[in-house]
Every structure is written in C-alpha cells, then in structure tokens.
C-alpha cells in the first residue's frame, strides 16, 4: 500500500499546473473560512473588552441587559444587598457609559468612560505612565493608549480636554488586555467623578461587580440575585452572553456564516473541478492499472490519498497565510480584532475535508465504474 | 508447469439486448500451449479482442469456461481475479497506456509496486527490464520523450518486470511504422518468448506472422 500511495503521491504532484490549481483552490477557500471567523472571533472578543480588561469574577446587571455597552442602571440598594449576600467576598459599582470630550483644538470626541469603585479601584489597568493614586487628583483621568488613543491627540500626562464641561486632566497612560471594538478611545476615572460629569439617569450603577467567597459561592448568589430581580453571571457567561448578542441580534453571526459558506462553495467548485479534470484525464491509466490487477479498493485508496494530501496541503497553506496575514496586520495595528483560535481552525478542517471527500467521491465513481475492457477497445 | 497454458471451451459473448444484441464469440474454443506465441487475427469486429479480453480474466463470457495453469478463472471473485491479473499475466496494451507523469523507470516498476515490493527494490529491477529492452539510458525520463517505438518497448518491460507466465498483446504494431513494428515483435519472439511463456498476439498486421507459432483466424466471432 505504501507503495501505491507514492506511486498517487508521484501522479498527482507531478502534474504541477493541476496540482498548483488544487492547492490554490483549497488554500485560499481555507484562507477564507479561517480569516472570515477568526475576524468574527477577534470582533466577539473585543466586544467584550470591558468584560476582560475589568476581569471581574462575577457580574450583577438588570435582567435585560444584552450586551456590555447597553447597560440599564441599577439603585444603590442592588449594591448594599449583594454585598450582604452570603458567600460574597466583596461587591463594587462599575459605572460603564459613552460621553462626548472636548478637546484643546476644539473638536469633540466620543469616548467610553470607565468608573471604577473610589475605594478599591478594582478593575484598574495597568499603567504605563503616571501613578494610579492619581487617579483621586482633582479631574483626573486615566486615558488608554490603544489603537484609539491617537484619536484624543496622543494626550500625555497633564493633558486638559472638557467632559459636560467639567475639566479632566490626564493624570496617566495605561495598557489594557483588549481594546475596545467600537473605535473609541477610552478613559478609566473613579466611579463617583464618573457619575458626577457625566449626565445619567436616576439610577447610576452600570454593573455590581463580586468576588465570590468560594467558586462552589456562585450558583448561590446567582440565585440570590435572581431573586432580587436582577442578574448574575459569571466572566465567561457575560462574554458568552456578549458574544451571542453580536451573533443572533446583529446579523453578524449569519453574515458570516454565508461568508464562510461562499468560501466553501468557492473551495469545492474549483478543486472539486480541478481534482475532476485530473481524475479524467488520468482515467484510461487507472484503467490500465485496473487491467493489470490493480483492485477496486486500491484504487480508491490512491484517489482518497491524493485528495486528502491535496488538502492538508492546502489547509496549512491557508492557515499559514491567514496567520501571516493577521500578524502583518497587527504589526499595523495592534489592536487588529482578528484571532485565531482552535474552533476556527477546527470549522476549516471540517469544511475542507468535506471539499477533500465531495471531490473524492465524484472521482471514485468515474474509476471504479471505468472496466479494463474498455482499455482494450481503445 | 502443465504444458497447457490457457484452455477455453464454449466461448459465447454478446453485449446489448433484443435488437441492439450484438454477438463478440460464438461457441469459441481454444489450446494454447506453453513456449507458443498464438497470433489471433483476422478482420475489425471479427471478436479478437473480446476473445484476448475474456482469456485474460478482464471480460466474463457469458457462457464458457476459461482455464488459465488448470486455474478456471472465471469462478476466481473479483479481488482473486485481480490478484490472478498481476501475478499471472502481462499485458501490453495498443496505445501503451503509460503514465506521462512519471519517468520510464517508474512506469515499468508499476506491476511490482501494485505487488507491494519495495518502492527502490521495484526501480532496480524495472532498470533491469529496460535494459532488456535497451532502454536503460532512459530510465529518468518521462514516456512523452521517447519516440513511438521505444514507447513500446517500455509497455513490453512493464509487462514482463513481474515475470508473468502469460503475455497478451494488444495490435503491438499498431501505433508503429512497418520497421520498428516488425523488429519489437522479433524482439519479443528472440528474447521474451521461453519455453515457460505462452504469448496472445491480437493482430491484422501480416508482416509479422513469421514470428507466430500458430495463427488463430477469425471471423464474426468464430475461430475459422
């Protein structure tokens, strides 16, 4: 058998303009289907930045919140009553919220302003410039520097910008896991000057966040929240929740999944096409061989292997390029929202062995219904 | 070894049914005997392939038996037939069916690497064959850069590198000029044809009948 498959191995690789065409075909339908998702990964992923970067282990919110960025305020009493549920390490307010800031050259930015609790400062990033007491300094702001940060003109510390026309100050520069996706610079200040500048509604509270005493706490309190009519979840669950919100209620989900379909379908036409024509074209030498004793099952086993060669090839080609891509681009911008992850990688497997298999079987039937004694007809 | 190599008795082949029935081999029989280099001729249409075909275990006759080595091969299943083929019988075929992606070598290797021999072990001895043939100075390149009649040659090395008991040969001059074929032919009566070989010749080229042992003739679908 090893024979045999060196023997398909040398048919298929040595007719290089069919091969290159399989390759090309396969490599760039890979190439597609793992950047399509990878970007929609990268998307999901820093849609929920608020949710990574804070890196709280619980999340309380208002029952229909859909999302991070549409948060509905909470009273204070949420807060006084987690905080005296059993099994609760410590809860904080997170005020969570867009604003409109005023720069020295006059133009208006929007932002997204983060207020974290005034005494804990949970959920503070890490600095990168200034000192994170001053924070408390009078308007002081701690601004981002991601791929947004140009749009605040690159502000350093001392910079002076209007928010409702209130002063802030720039008191400090700092890093975060994951930018945000919605290509607003970002600004961390505490909770209480938060909710001072910025106009809100009677409630104020965005998110209770909570540290379980104990991870087997969290059920417990989740119930207990429930209870008080709001809810609880967990890290994971608020970016799961972040996640399906983009993909069922936006339409990005089913977008990208016609996307991945148009790349597939693009894929299985030109191999399966190409792999077709080559299969044709060889088809009176895989009758000789049939002629000279060659069973079914052999043949089948060349026609299988060249497929499947054809397509591990192709698909650590495409993959090597997206993942070339991907970093090129981050080396641009480094908050670049695309990610490769393992549930991509394994939906362009399973795709490109369906165009591996689909090609396959159309050449498999041309074979094995092809008889010897038609090779001696001529 | 018995001295007969291939017996056949009762041949009936025919393809389509009612009025599109058309009849290849009308109770057709035949002896051929080891050492013997057995020429089927006769005119287009007469049978003569469909007779090699069927005495080679490619076509199943409708009606007869075939007996190859005291072996009826048409009560062989379908993998022990092909096991039979590539161990038993090497053919050549009238338009040489060689594989232009792979070099000479290769292409006459493929008998034994179907037989699971070693890829290196198979090259060495088909370079063997192609020096049989003279063809060993051109074992790396492919089929499509070597003229009509050194195509042959290496279609006849091909089919002997497994050392069959059986060769058939399908119209070997066919695709020729009248001298190339009149010497690959003597080439295979001189070197090819032992007293443990039965070759079949299918043939209407009459300037090669002096290489045949016995001329079978045939006419729609009988032996004459």
């Given amino acids: 058998m090893k ?9 298929l690789v040595n007719d290089r303009a069919k091969f290159t065409a399989l390759l090309v075909g396969i490599t760039f339908a890979v190439f597609l289907m793992t950047f399509i998702t990878s970007m929609f990964m990268g998307v999901l ?43 609760v390490e410590y809860a904080v307010p997170l005020y969570s919220g867009g604003a409109l800031v005023k720069l020295p050259d006059g133009t208006y930015q929007a932002v997204t302003v983060v207020g974290l609790d005034d005494t804990s400062l949970f959920g503070r990033p890490t600095l990168i410039e200034g000192n994170i007491e001053d924070i408390y300094a009078e308007n002081g702001f701690i601004v981002v520097a991601d791929a947004e940060y140009a749009k605040m003109e690159k502000p350093h510390i001392g910079s002076e910008f209007e928010l409702n026309d209130h002063r802030g100050v720039v008191v400090g520069v700092a890093k975060v896991t994951v930018s945000g996706l919605f290509g607003t610079p970002t600004l961390y200040t505490t909770y209480y000057r938060a909710v001072q500048y910025i106009p809100n509604p009677r409630y104020t509270i965005s998110y ?98 060249q497929a499947a060669f054809t397509a591990l090839t192709g698909y650590g080609l495409g993959v090597g390029l997206c993942t070339v891509v991907i970093c090129l681009a981050k080396l641009r911008l480094a908050s670049y929202a695309a990610m490769i992850i393992y549930p991509s990688l394994l939906v362009s497997f399973v795709l490109v062995v369906i165009i591996a298999g689909l090609s396959s079987y159309v050449g498999v039937r041309r074979v094995l219904r092809i008889e010897p004694f038609d090779i001696f007809r001529g | 070894m018995p001295a007969v190599a291939i017996k056949a008795s ?44 069927v005495l080679s275990g490619i076509l199943k006759p409708n ?67 192609l020096d049989i043939v003279g063809l060993k100075e051109r074992a790396d390149l492919p089929p499509m850069k070597l003229s009509g009649g050194e195509q042959q040659r290496v279609a006849i090395a ?63 679908g009988r032996l004459m």
């Fill in chain 1, 208 to 305: 209770v966040l909570v540290q379980p005493k104990s991870p087997s706490d969290i059920e417990r309190i989740k119930e207990q929240v429930n209870q008080l009519g709001y809810l609880a979840l967990t890290k994971d669950e608020f970016i799961q929740k972040n996640a399906a919100y983009y993909v069922f209620q936006t339409g990005g989900g089913t977008n990208i999944l016609i996307m991945t379909l148009i790349s597939f379908i693009v894929g299985l036409s030109v191999s399966g096409q190409t792999f077709y024509t080559f299969i044709l074209e060889n088809l009176e030498r895989f009758g000789a061989l049939k002629a000279i004793g060659t069973k079914n099952r052999g043949l089948v086993s060349m026609i299988l292997f």
């Fill in chain 2, 158 to 220: 091909r089919a002997m590198v497994g050392q069959p008991d059986i060769l058939i040969m399908d119209e070997p001059t066919a695709s020729l000029d009248g001298d190339t074929g009149h010497t690959i032919v003597k080439f295979v009566h001189d070197n090819i044809l032992t007293g443990n070989r039965c070759i079949l010749v299918v043939t209407h080229d009459s300037r090669i009948y002096e290489f045949a042992t016995r001329i079978l003739k045939m006419e729609d």
């Fill in chain 1, 45 to 87: 992923n820093h849609a929920s930045a608020t949710v990574i970067n804070i890196g709280a282990s619980m999340w309380v919110m208002d029952t229909s919140v859909q999302a991070i960025t549409s948060s509905i305020g909470m009273p204070d009493y949420v807060l006084d009553a987690v905080r005296s549920m059993p099994g």
């Fill in chain 2, 63 to 129: 009606s007869g038996a075939v007996s190859v080595e005291g072996v009826d091969i048409w009560n062989l299943n379908a993998d022990q037939l092909a096991d039979f083929r590539l161990h038993k019988i090497g053919f050549v075929f009238q338009d040489f069916h060689l594989f232009p992606r792979l070099n000479t070598a290769e292409n006459v290797a493929i008998p034994l690497i179907l037989r699971k021999k070693d890829w290196n072990e198979s090259i060495q001895q088909a370079t063997k064959f």
């Fill in chain 2, 10 to 53: 009762g041949l009936e082949k025919w393809f389509g049914e009612g009025e599109a029935k058309t009849i290849a081999l009308r109770d057709v029989s035949v002896e051929t005997e080891f050492g013997e280099m057995v020429y089927i001729v006769g005119p287009s249409g007469s049978g003569k392939t469909t007779l090699l075909s």
């Fill in chain 1, 3 to 11: 024979g045999m498959l060196r023997l398909a191995y040398k048919l």
